[in-house]
């Protein structure tokens, strides 16, 4: 059975960091393509960042610069650090992972992003 599991999420200040970290049992995160989306209340969910089987990364517009997801294959794991937070960053964050030869796509539960002003 494959799990997601998203921690590291919580409470910061505004223009604070946090640094989030899915762990993944049940499937190889080398041989995905991973993303972490967000949904704020009210908002579509959006993928804000991702990185490929070769480690190439992209980013939402809205980050690139302050947010940088990497991957820890020995680990199996899949974390995204997130610097100078604002008024866009409160949201549900989730780790998400794409098989790129079946196209199966996983989700973890997601975890709470909360900055306060």
């Keep these: 059975q494959v799990q997601?599991?998203?921690s590291g999420?919580?409470?910061v200040q505004s223009g604070g960091s946090l640094r989030l970290s899915c762990g993944a049992s049940g499937l190889t995160i080398s041989k995905y393509h991973m993303h972490?989306?967000?949904q704020a209340q009210g908002n579509q969910r959006e993928c804000v960042a991702a990185i490929t089987p070769d480690f190439e990364t992209s980013y939402a517009n809205t980050v690139r610069g302050r947010f940088?997801?990497?991957r820890d294959n020995l680990k199996n794991t899949v974390d995204l650090q997130m610097n100078s937070l604002g008024?866009?960053?409160?949201a549900v964050?989730?780790?998400h992972a794409v098989d790129p030869i079946t196209t199966q796509l996983?989700?973890?539960q997601g975890t709470q992003v909360t900055v306060s002003t």
């Design 4 to 6: 997601l599991v998203e």
């Design 9 to 11: 999420g919580g409470l």
């Design 36 to 38: 972490w989306f967000r």
């Design 68 to 70: 940088t997801i990497s």
């Design 87 to 90: 008024p866009a960053a409160p």
């Design 93 to 95: 964050y989730y780790c």
């Design 106 to 108: 996983f989700w973890g």
